[in-house]
């Protein structure tokens, strides 16, 4: 896909996810890598009404080349894909389920969702949380660099979701994925649930490696 192919994608991707209430106002960002930078929703822009021509393009260091004013978050997804280079696209969100995850005292910080499905084993699987920074805090960028060599998909306290993906498709899916596990895990909390074996989830693993 060329530059504004991409910008068009962004647009059509992020009002799907703002439509169905995966991001409320103007919360949640998306990035693509592409050749001589990345392309991120601007600050204070609804995913629900974005222009593709106001599209924020910085260059791999984070410099504003042209576009809307870049998210504080900009830095959090410019770390992430220094962090994981198979990355091409990282979407971030402010889904209430996983928010709600997020807030529970008595979760493994380690693997903060547990395999209830072969789809979050295979999108997913494990998704660790860090703890509590203010949104754009340097500290909250550390963190989450630190581990996202290792995951897919970082939980941050009292905050949302960071996922990547191959290509954007990739990382929406896997993050609509995480939010509708997140909200089975909430259904599910307070009753006998369970979850996928060790040996069920080796054998996802397997599958897809």
Same mark, same amino acid.
């Given at each position: ?12 991707? =992020? +009002? ?9 106002? #103007?919360? =949640? ?6 050749d001589? =930078? *990345?392309?991120?929703?601007?600050t204070?822009s $609804?995913? #629900? ?6 599209? $924020?393009?910085?260059?791999?260091? &984070? ?6 004013? !870049? ?5 959090l ?5 220094r $962090?994981?280079? @198979? ?6 969100l ?12 008595? *979760? ?11 789809y979050?084993?295979?999108?997913? #699987? ?5 703890p509590y %920074?203010? !949104? =754009?805090?340097? &500290?909250?960028v550390?963190?989450?660099a +630190?581990?996202?060599? /290792? ?9 949302g979701? *960071?996922?990547?993906?191959q ?5 929406v899916y $896997?993050? /609509? /994925?995480?939010? /509708?596990?997140?909200r089975? %895990? *909430?259904?599910? +909390? ?5 979850a996928?074996?060790? @040996? @069920? ?5 397997? +599958?897809?490696?």
């Amino acid at each position: 896909m060329n530059e504004q192919e991409i910008r068009k994608l962004i647009t059509v991707l =992020g +009002k799907s996810l703002f439509d169905r209430r995966y991001t409320a106002g #103007g919360s =949640g960002n998306i990035s693509v890598r592409i050749d001589d =930078g *990345i392309l991120t929703t601007p600050t204070n822009s $609804s995913m #629900g009404r974005l222009d593709p021509d106001r599209i $924020s393009k910085l260059d791999p260091e &984070g410099k504003h080349l042209s576009g809307d004013k !870049p998210s504080k978050e900009s830095r959090l997804h410019l770390a992430v894909y220094r $962090s994981r280079p @198979q990355a091409g696209a990282v979407v971030h969100l402010h889904s209430p389920y996983a928010v709600a995850v997020s807030c529970l005292e008595d *979760i493994d910080s380690e693997d903060t969702i547990p395999p209830l499905t072969p789809y979050f084993v295979m999108r997913i #699987g494990k998704l660790p949380l860090v703890p509590y %920074f203010p !949104p =754009g805090d340097k &500290g909250l960028v550390e963190a989450v660099a +630190k581990v996202a060599c /290792e995951y897919k998909a970082v939980l941050m306290a009292h905050h949302g979701s *960071i996922v990547t993906g191959q290509h954007l498709e990739d990382a929406v899916y $896997s993050a /609509e /994925e995480l939010e /509708e596990t997140a909200r089975l %895990f *909430i259904t599910l +909390k307070q009753l006998n649930c369970r979850a996928l074996n060790d @040996q @069920q989830v080796a054998e996802l693993l397997r +599958k897809i490696a």
